[in-house]
Every structure is written in C-alpha cells, then in structure tokens.
C-alpha cells in the first residue's frame, strides 16, 4: 500500500492476510500490517522493511515513490524479522545504500544473515542526529521495548515519532475496527512484560514534540495522541484500564461451568462494574491474557487435574507470570472429586507474582456446587469486590 503521510514521508507497506498465526501463536483474523515508511528528501532514507513474505511488494512501493531516484539511507529500527525480512533484498536491489542501526542491529544483522556490515554502515548512537536535508533524524533508544536493539526514530521537521513496535496492532491496514482492543491484545502479549522500558520510552517521548507516531504495525497514529500515550501509560505501569471483575474459568464434564455461571449472577447482583466471565479451554488465549491485565479484578475457576490444575488453567498461568502480571487481587475457586489440588497449584503460580493480592475465601467444589457452595461463593464475591 502506497499512502501519503506528510507531503515527504511515504507510507510504503504491506498487508499479510494469508498468514496463519503471528508470530506462530496469536490468531489474526484481519491480518496484520507490516509497516514501513520513505522521507523523500535531498537525500532519501527508509525506514524499516517488511517482513520476507512481503518483500516483492515492498519494494515495488519503493520503487514507484522514488520514481527513478536512488535511496540513501535505509534506518532499522528494529531486527525482528517481521520488519527486518526485507534487508537483504533492499542491499540488493540498491548496493550504495547505508544502513543505519545502533551497535547491537548490527550484531543481530549478522546473527540473523550473516552480513557483517558494522564497518560500511552508519552506528548510531543514543541522541546522534542525521541530515537528510530539509528533514533532521534523531534516533532515541527504546531497548526491550521489546528486543534490546529497538530505537526509534524522531523526524523533527514534520514531528513524526517512527515508534517501531509501539503504538503497533494486530490488523491489516483495510480493517475497520477499533484500535484500543487488538492494540492491547498485540500490547500484553507481545510487549507486556517490558513496562519499565516503555516507561522509559515514554519520557524520552513527552520531550520531544509529536504530532504523527507512525508504528511498524497498525494504522498511522495522526490525531488525539494524547489517548494513546495515556493507554501506554496505564498499561506499561500495570494498572488497570477498566474497573471491573474478569472469571477466568476452565472445566472437564461442565459442573465448574455450571458454578461459575452462579458466581456471575451473584457478583452482578453484587455490583454495576463490569463482569466479563471466559472458558480458557474454548477462548483466544491472548484476549483472555489481555482481559486480565484490562480488569481491576480476577478470578480463576478450575478442577483438579493429576495432583495439580487442569493444564489450560496452569498455561493460562504461566502466561500471566511470564508477561509481568502484577498489581491485581485475585480469588480463586476450585473443583475436585477426591482430593481437590486446583487452588494450591493455581495458589502457586500466583505467589510468584509481583503484588498480587489473594482472598482468604476460597471455593471449594466437591464435583458439583451446591448450596453451602454458592454461600462461600458470596463471601468470595463481597471479599473481592470490596
Ligand atoms: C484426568 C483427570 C484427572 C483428575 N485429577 C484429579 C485430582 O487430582 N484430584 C481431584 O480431586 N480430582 C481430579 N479429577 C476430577 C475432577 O477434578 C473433578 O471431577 C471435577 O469435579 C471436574 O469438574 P468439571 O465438571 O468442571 O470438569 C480429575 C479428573 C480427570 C478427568
């Protein structure tokens, strides 16, 4: 896609619609953007490629904007092949190009295709500021937001943040959909557990003057960013986006859906803020990691499973611990036949968690739920919601 950003900047990306699973675990039903961007300037730098499978489009958008002229400079912002496929295509299709990239682009532009190319390219440093002509580049770190070679670029004559994988999201560029919920689904699952460098990202933003964030995923950002960088905030400080309680549930023969159903009803009973009940076992795993982080509040329902947890609860888990859940008060509710063991291990799992506060009310389901159940359940929904 061709797409005019300011009168020099160029959006020249491509849309993937036939790509099974990013990154080979997040479902895409409207596909995503691989996005990268031309300054035509008197010298005229790209920023970013494409990911491999795009390559030939690419570079025919290149072409068709330079319309006959050469590039000067091609900046990587960031290695991760999604975005850094296209390097070797772009080096020969123009040999004299400079690549620009910081010390560690470099090493991994080795690791990843064997080009050595430290000593013929331009190394830049944190702050280090380039002349294209009319428009001055300066590149700013982002490391582990959320590989450690990230920079990304500032464009101070039309004030355009080239922000690489911040501000991205899932989703072709043609899809009309709201930007906040697969922006936040791509947000947990793929950065999530770097908020301190976002953090860090987004001071070194509020210094700069911004008027256009032009992502490596997602549309470009051009009005009211003040909303984004606010989402940013809360979701690289972990706290919660939306009041509310997420029932993250799992269940083998249907009696810890039958209970959580009940549960549902008590704690609607119980409050106006919003209560969003799951099946892991039949959910998009990455929306229910998203909904955990988004939700002020969390329960978990599961039955015991050989001595510990059913094992979509225990990846459900390991998913949260891994991406940084924290700052958050969980309940849990377990079920078991003969000797329950759900709420130790998931107990577990959520000790290791940075300020996760757990109720003392647990529910324990012997097989099915009966009435002494629902009456624990309600101690459990007025200790979670107060
Ligand atoms: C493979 C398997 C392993 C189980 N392991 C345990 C266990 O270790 N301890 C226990 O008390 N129940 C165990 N159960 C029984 C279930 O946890 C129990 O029947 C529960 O009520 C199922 O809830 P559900 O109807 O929501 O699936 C196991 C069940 C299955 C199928």
Known sequence: MIKEVTKDITYVGCDDKT??????????????????????????ALIDTVDKRKTGEWL??????????????????????????SVEACIKKYPEITLVGNKKTFLFLKQFTGLDLEATSKVVAEGDTLELGTHTLSFVFAPMVHWPEVMVTYDSTDKVLFSADAFGKFGALDTDEDWACEARRYYFNIVGKYGVPVQGLLKKASKLDIQIIC????PVLTENLDYYLDLYNTWSTYQAETDG????????????????????????????????????????????????????????????????????????????????????????????????TAARTMKGYLEEM?????????????????????????????????
């Open 19 to 44: 790509l099974d699973l990013f990154e080979s675990q997040y479902i895409i039903p409207n596909g995503i953007a691989y996005n990268a961007y031309v300054i035509m300037d008197e010298n005229i």
């Open 215 to 218: 992502p490596t995923h997602g």
């Open 245 to 340: 309680v997420f029932v993250a549930y799992c269940s083998i023969h249907g009696n810890t859906t039958e209970a959580v159903g009940k549960l549902e009803e008590i704690l609607k009973s119980k409050t106006d803020k919003k209560v969003v009940v799951t099946d892991l076992s039949r959910c998009d795993m990455a929306e229910a990691i998203e909904d955990a982080f988004r939700y002020s509040k969390l329960i978990v329902a599961a039955p015991s499973y050989d001595a510990g947890v059913f094992p979509v609860m225990a990846d459900f888990l390991h998913h949260l611990k891994i991406k940084a859940y924290q700052n958050r008060k969980v309940a849990i509710v377990e079920n078991g036949s003969w000797a329950p």
């Open 60 to 85: 025919e958008n290149v072409e068709k904007v330079l319309d006959g002229k050469t590039p000067k400079y091609l900046i990587v912002n960031h290695m991760e092949p999604d975005h850094s496929g």
């Open 354 to 386: 940075k300020n996760v506060t757990i109720c003392d009310t647990v529910v324990t389901i012997k097989s099915r739920a009966t009435e002494d159940t629902y009456k624990e359940m309600e101690k459990l929904a007025d200790e979670i919601l107060a």
